[in-house]
């Protein structure tokens, strides 16, 4: 995916930015950068501090928190969504299963896109309240 058309192809499928306008998401096509991780590559590490988000464009990632594991994610999925809302230490660990192509975006881009399209804010909401009521990031003891 070396061309900005074809980020624009394949962002158009992820569920988040469906029914963006077209000058929007060709801003996210020219923001991304495409990165790839070796089976094994840790992409990112809980406790670490986050910046960006990662779309899954091939492969297949392990998510585990406190070392257990919480998802297996593939094509089309997301993960680092809580690094774009606020600058905060990462709450999982990402581990490449396969050979991974991920496109990433930068909180500071993705603050600009908001900006112009706050109901993307309110879909990104959704998507973290749906991970943390399946996954609560606190384990009660009593």
Known sequence: MPETTA????LR???IFKGLP??????ISRSVKERTYEPG???VKQGDPGVGFFMIAEGRVEVTHDGHKIREMGPDEFFGEMALMEER???ATVTAKARVRCLQLVRWDFRALLKEN????????EVVVARLREHP????TE
């Open 7 to 10: 980020y624009l192809e394949y």
């Open 118 to 125: 706050p109901e993307l804010a309110v879909r990104m909401l």
């Open 137 to 140: 990031l606190t384990h009660d």
């Open 22 to 27: 077209p000058r929007e998401l060709e801003f």
């Open 89 to 91: 230490i990462r709450t």
């Open 13 to 15: 499928k992820v569920p």
């Open 41 to 43: 590559t840790v992409i």
